[in-house]
């Protein structure tokens, strides 16, 4: 039987209804999500972006590393310190450190830097330094170029601080978004995060027990997560640091900077 054409054009308008109701519903959802989220949507120059638009992009190098860890050639870790520094916890790490002869890497906020200059000044030869933001800002809620500003004033407190210019960058809390590629990409960073972390809050008063739970954590190549400021209980962490370091030791392990794991790895 022959469709008529008005029978035909009535069934044309109920599809095209149906795929424009659709349409609409899928952009108040989008729209929705966006508004819950607090972020733009990842369309052009936004932070979600890893662009800037259609402008001239300024990339540094035109590529980025993100690594979380080596690759497990040798019996090596690196013991990394976020957060600092601060009066409080950071002239214990630095002694502990000093004490035992292991090298770390301390990922700073500038503006710590900045205040507490004199904790970290004349201290760091045998460690490195990254950035960890001006004042420990979600750089993946900015900008590019307010990212980029903000990895740049940390920059040259944290080097005017120790002496040494940091070439590595860990976002805090590990948020990466295109903003946060583009200005590390700009500064030459190389993008760090972690591939193991301290647990205190589950080793209350009992810096042993979270020394074993640590150790027992760690494989070659771990980059290890501690804070050297923070919450109370994060002192557990730190207060086992020759618990940690000893029995690693006697496993056979060797302590290294990031840098250092990394470059051995690759060698």
Known sequence: MMIGDGTRRRALLRGGGLIAAGAAAGAVGFTEYDRMSGRRLPLGPSPAAATVGVGEQRPGEARLDVVWGAAPTRRAIALTFDDGPGPEWTPLVLDTLERLEVPGTFFMVGRDAERH????????ERHEVGSHTWAHQDLARMGADEAYDNLRRAHDAIAAATGKEPRLLRPPWGHLGGSTLHAAARMRYRLVLWSAQMLESAYPDDPAGHARYVVEQVTPGTILLAHDIGRPERLVGLLGLPQIIGELRD????????????????A
């Open 117 to 124: 200059a004199a904790l970290v000044r004349g201290r760091m």
């Open 251 to 266: 496993r056979g392990y060797e302590f290294r900077t990031v840098s250092d794991l990394l470059s051995e790895a690759q």
